[in-house]
């Protein structure tokens, strides 16, 4: 014999219900955050080390300048109008300064033998150099 229970409707037995999960989202969410974090770092640690040692005009310019050997004059007055146009747009004072100073320069270029610098130039070399902010 078999035993027959009787069906009972039961209510109070919910059906399975669909649970919504983001954590896969999250954490894909984190790593694409961490990596962006990673590469900023790597880019600012990269533009640190490539300019540390980039090259500086102005401070060649003035290196150039200042080892420059006022006795041999016609070397001189070439290296000094090389160098120091670096420095000429620097403002409208350096400009006229520049100006001057090959002006007083040109007689001791373009010939065969020169005359060492009179005071007067070497005055107004040494007060360019003064006058440059490197």
């Given at each position: 014999m078999?035993?027959?229970?009787?069906?009972?409707?039961?209510?109070?037995?919910?059906?399975?219900?669909?649970?919504?999960?983001?954590?896969?989202?999250?954490?894909?969410?984190?790593?694409?955050?961490?990596?962006?974090?990673?590469?900023?770092?790597?880019?600012?640690?990269?533009?640190?080390?490539?300019?540390?040692?980039?090259?500086?005009?102005?401070?060649?310019?003035?290196?150039?300048?200042?080892?420059?050997?006022?006795?041999?004059?016609?070397?001189?007055?070439?290296?000094?109008?090389?160098?120091?146009?670096?420095f000429?747009?620097?403002?409208?004072?350096?400009?006229?300064?520049?100006?001057?100073?090959t002006?007083?320069?040109?007689?001791?270029?373009?010939?065969?033998?020169?005359?060492?610098f009179?005071?007067?130039?070497?005055?107004?070399?040494?007060?360019?150099?003064?006058?440059?902010?490197?």
């Amino acid at each position: 014999m078999q035993n027959k229970l009787p069906e009972i409707p039961i209510h109070d037995i919910k059906p399975l219900l669909e649970i919504q999960e983001y954590s896969l989202y999250t954490f894909l969410a984190l790593l694409v955050f961490v990596f962006i974090i990673l590469g900023i770092i790597i880019y600012f640690t990269f533009k640190y080390f490539q300019g540390r040692n980039a090259f500086n005009v102005r401070k060649e310019a003035f290196a150039h300048l200042e080892k420059c050997n006022l006795d041999n004059t016609k070397e001189s007055a070439y290296a000094l109008t090389l160098h120091g146009a670096v420095f000429k747009d620097d403002s409208p004072r350096h400009t006229e300064m520049f100006a001057n100073l090959t002006e007083r320069l040109e007689a001791y270029k373009y010939k065969k033998n020169v005359d060492s610098f009179d005071d007067e130039v070497k005055g107004y070399i040494e007060l360019y150099k003064g006058m440059i902010d490197v």
